[in-house]
């Protein structure tokens, strides 16, 4: 990874935050309304979680054939998927409530989806915000030596396959968090001190890693065994569960940078950026379905990536609304603003793009 940490640029077009933040603040206070989350998210958390949970009793207490397990279990991958862009993500953001104690338990449910976080908050809060789509920087360009995201990135002749394996490998995204990737995460921003809000210390970080790692194989996989469940059903459903979830997820955030539209860009020899953080944020961000109220309601706004990148303090509830005065305000700049009218059209732009990338980089 790059160690030099890259510094934005501080006199590039400062008109166009100066302009969108007092703009948007006009809204909330014209309107009367918080930039956190109201009975519309607090009524979706309970749907999600619904969806997430009762398929479990169901199999926990019902003794049912095995293609209906592995539909409950389909069925909680969606909900698992859905508290994550939802719940959490506004949770571990402080945008979910205006009271930092439901926030921090609304962020804790990343606990029941099997991550950690500490380790999100670093990785998402801090990496992917600050120094989002830079190469070495982001880690959410890191796929390993497996998938090419970036030009930036070493080609090797497989990835020439990439667009057609890679969609089939972002199911293993949480199924990866729950086994390997917390304790990698947890042992590397130790090392580099990197922390988000107070630093804990590492005795009390590695203390709730493990407990609750504990905790959440004897919920998901042990007391289904111990109730009757037979072991293999609880495996197999384990798997297909956040395999679903996985490839929702991955889905969500690739559409928002990695597509041809968006940019990688890198620090000069200074370490130092082109643009401001907020035009960098333009620049490596892209919509997708900003008008599908489906698509809007499920991903918990991550199709309004812009709006998020730019105000990760704002609930996801209000980024419709905001959006059109985000779009006006880059278009009077003179700036870009990626947006894919559609989801389908979203998909086959990053489809072509991991396609580009394994091209031989001579031949691209």
């Known amino acids: 990874m790059n160690k030099t940490i890259p510094t934005f640029a501080k006199q590039d077009n400062l008109k166009f935050f100066r302009t969108l933040n007092s703009r948007v603040n006009s809204y909330f206070k014209d309107n009367n309304i918080q930039k956190t989350g109201n009975w519309k998210l607090h009524l979706k958390a309970i749907i999600l979680f619904t969806v997430f949970l009762a398929p479990y009793f169901l199999i926990l207490t019902l003794d049912m054939p095995f293609w209906a397990h ?77 998938i090419r995201f970036t030009q930036n990135a070493e080609w090797h002749r497989f990835h020439k396959f990439q667009h057609y394996y890679s969609f089939f490998l972002y199911g293993l995204l949480t199924f990866n968090w729950a086994l390997t990737t917390d304790f990698k995460q947890m042992k590397n921003y130790l090392k580099r001190k990197l922390s988000y809000g107070t630093p804990q210390s590492p005795t009390k970080l590695w203390t709730v890693l493990v407990i609750t790692k504990i905790i959440y194989v004897l919920i998901w996989m042990a007391l289904p065994m111990l109730l009757g469940v037979a072991w293999w059903k609880v495996i197999i459903g384990f798997f297909v569960m956040h395999y679903t979830a996985g490839l929702i997820l991955s889905i969500v955030f690739q559409l928002a940078h990695v597509v041809e539209e968006t940019s ?12 401001t953080w907020a035009i960098h944020q333009l620049y490596t961000t892209a919509n997708f379905a900003p008008k599908n109220k489906v698509v809007n309601w499920f991903t918990g706004g991550l199709n309004h990536q812009i709006e998020h990148h730019i105000f990760p303090n704002i609930s996801h509830i209000h980024y419709g609304k905001i959006a059109e005065i985000v779009k006006q305000t880059a278009i009077e700049c003179n700036l870009p603003y990626h947006e894919f009218k559609t989801m389908r059209g979203a998909v086959l732009a990053h489809y072509k793009h991991l396609r580009d990338l394994g091209m031989k980089p001579e031949m691209a």
């Open 70 to 146: 592995l539909l409950l279990t389909i069925v909680m991958g969606v909900g698992m998927a859905g508290i994550g862009m939802n719940v959490m993500h506004d949770g571990n953001h402080g945008s979910y409530s205006t009271k930092s104690w439901v926030n921090k338990i609304m962020g804790g449910s990343i606990y029941v989806l099997a991550g950690n976080v500490h380790n999100w908050q670093v990785q998402h809060n801090v990496l992917h915000h600050t120094y989002t789509n830079i190469h070495g920087h982001d880690e959410d360009l890191d796929a390993g030596r497996i």
């Open 264 to 275: 990688n860009p890198i620090p000069n020899e200074d370490g130092e950026m082109e643009n």
